[in-house]
């Protein structure tokens, strides 16, 4: 194995022009953990406000910093305590160091599951933070079969992830975007509602006489405030994004960390290689190219994933 690695860097706070590709000391597996070689990691959102230190409080990093949590890729070493897991094996999962964006990275081995080969490496690389996302999302409102359920980001990287779980569980959704994306949502099931002017008219005539049941938020606080408008029950108002707001309705804030469990990312991996999900890759780009990356993703409204290609 080479003595050296690969990986994505940044030595203070600030925007994606702080961040480099430099050469690391290869990662060792210890103790209940392996190396992986990475073949695909996704970007997130979340990187970038780590990053740029909006979130220093809650998140501080110690610098230099790496960056990124999800991975896939093979198995290159294998620490003392592993059971389960060689050399050689393709894995998918998530690691807690936020270095994943890199050639090599050393992730506990309760992290990564088994990649199944219909799900390509950039679906992989890309699964674990949307997937848990949604699905800490989903359980957050619990929509039963004939509900209706309104997504706001509805075909963002979450947001096409979750809409497509909801509708597998006999949900309708009705889901908020732009009018570029309405043709993907009816391909997967949803009722695409334009964002805009004249939203919470429109979201009344989706929804019909039985109105809005629940109600997801991957946008903004202005989300929640429409979800009051509609009637929604704080219980059943949903959000990842506007936490200050929420806590001033009492509408919920579940994300990531609630659905971090290993058998939460089996399910979702089945979600995917049976195909009643199927997550979107929106680019690929090297890892030299990471700013680049982040360039696109930071313009908004992207549908689907970024993914960096080690």
Known sequence: MSQTAQAVRFDQYGDRDELYVTDVPMPEAGPGEV??????????PFDAMIRSG???????????????????????????GVDGLGVGDEVLGWSPSGATQATHVAVPAIHVVAKPPQ????????????????????????PQPGETVAVSAAAGGVGSFLVQMLTGRGVR????????????????????????DGLLERLEQAAGAGGVDAFI????????????????????IQTTVAME????IGARTDGRHNATAREVLVELVGLVASGAVEPT??????????????????????????????
Not at 217 to 236: S, T
Not at 285 to 307: N, S
């Open 119 to 142: 799900v390509s490496w950039e679906v992989a690389g890309s699964l674990h933070m949307v997937g848990a996302t949604a699905y800490a999302a989903l359980r957050a409102v619990a």
């Open 54 to 80: 909006v979130i220093r409080d809650l998140f501080p990093v110690d610098f230099p910093s790496g960056q990124g949590s999800d991975l896939a890729g093979v198995v290159s070493a294998v620490g003392a």
């Open 35 to 44: 190396v992986v070689e990475v073949r695909a990691a996704g970007i997130n």
């Open 245 to 248: 707001r929420a806590a001033q």
């Open 173 to 196: 959704v009705l889901g908020i975007a732009s009018s570029a994306n309405a043709w993907w949502l009816q391909k997967h099931g949803v009722v695409p509602v334009p964002y805009g």
């Open 281 to 310: 890759i929106a680019a690929t780009y090297p890892l030299d190219r990471v700013a680049d990356a982040f360039a696109e993703l930071e313009q908004g409204h992207t549908h689907g994933k970024i993914v960096l290609i080690p």
């Open 217 to 236: 938020d991957l946008y903004g606080p202005e989300y929640l405030d429409l979800a009051v408008a509609l009637g929604i029950k704080p219980d059943r």
